[in-house]
């Protein structure tokens, strides 16, 4: 994955770039990556993936922007799994969220990570160590190695694949857009109510529009109910007084099972 701030002044400090070299090792190891995809259910067996190593390059120039390479290997990988990895932990560089909330991420507990842009990412390698230990030396096999091609593949990478990657992001600023828009990020879970993380300076002051939407929104929303509460109570009343004709007239003929069936569409219509 290849990231950038769409900023020509901007150069990362020193400090920073240690805190994502150390951060990027919460994931190494066998882990439950439920709240790193989607579409799973905690429990599926599929979620769990082995990260053998994250490493971070230097920072270097392109396209009159600085980038970084990180490089995630693993034994493989799910869907979006790499994208919000290096989502959280731009999150946590940038305080947007606490570590804190890096740990709950591992539960049961659905989150809503954020998902970085996915200009960037690429396959780099596909190894085959456990093919080549088993089959690579045995007489009948050779051993699937890229170190003959490494010159022939770099050179490919940077003149088609790495070059596109700069220009596109000079060009759309997919990831500056992205960055702009994260501190608004819920960080949710489809349990509770979404908060957006506010700074104290951030909080709407009394008096403020959105405070005057949602004073009008809950207005409505009592208007509706009362509203709502006489429709039904009128409903009710009906079907008590149908049925109390019924009890009344004690009637078994057509005319009477039409009556009682006309009342039970009622009464479904109101409860619906």
């Known amino acids: 994955a290849v990231v950038s701030t769409q900023s ?55 396209n009159d922007l600085e980038w970084v390479s990180i490089t995630l290997h693993g034994d493989s990988f799910i869907y979006h799994q790499i994208r919000k990895t290096v989502g959280m932990t731009i999150a946590v560089l940038r305080n947007i969220t606490p570590e804190g909330y890096f740990e709950r991420s591992w539960t049961e507990e659905r989150l809503d990570l954020p998902l970085a ?10 190894r085959v160590d456990r093919y080549n230990i088993k089959f690579g030396d045995n007489g009948f096999h050779k051993p699937i190695v890229w170190e003959p091609y490494e010159e022939k593949v770099n050179e490919f990478k940077k003149r088609v694949i790495y070059s596109n990657i700069f220009a596109k992001e000079k060009r759309e600023s997919s990831m500056f857009i992205w960055l702009q828009t994260l501190k608004n990020h819920t960080f949710y879970t489809g349990n509770v109510i979404p908060t957006i993380l506010q700074t104290p300076s951030e909080k709407p002051a009394e008096g403020d529009g959105v405070v005057e939407k949602v004073t009008e929104a809950v ?3 009592e208007k509706g109910v009362t509203e709502g509460d006489s429709f039904v109570e009128k409903g009710v009343s009906g079907v008590e007084k149908g049925i109390s004709d019924v009890e009344k007239t004690g009637e078994e003929d057509r005319n009477g099972n039409e009556k009682v069936e006309s009342i039970d569409n009622e009464a479904s219509v109101v409860s619906t």
């Not at 842009?117 to 596909?126: F, I, R």
């Open 8 to 62: 020509t002044g901007y150069r990362m400090p020193q400090e920073t770039l240690k805190r994502a070299r150390d951060f990027f090792q919460n994931f190494i190891g066998t882990k439950n990556f439920f709240n790193y995809s989607c579409g799973r259910k905690f429990k599926d067996p599929s979620c769990m993936r082995f990260l053998r190593s994250i490493t971070v390059s230097d920072p270097f120039i392109s």
């Open 117 to 126: 842009p996915g200009l960037g990412l690429v396959l780099g390698e596909v």
């Open 219 to 221: 207005s409505n929303v």
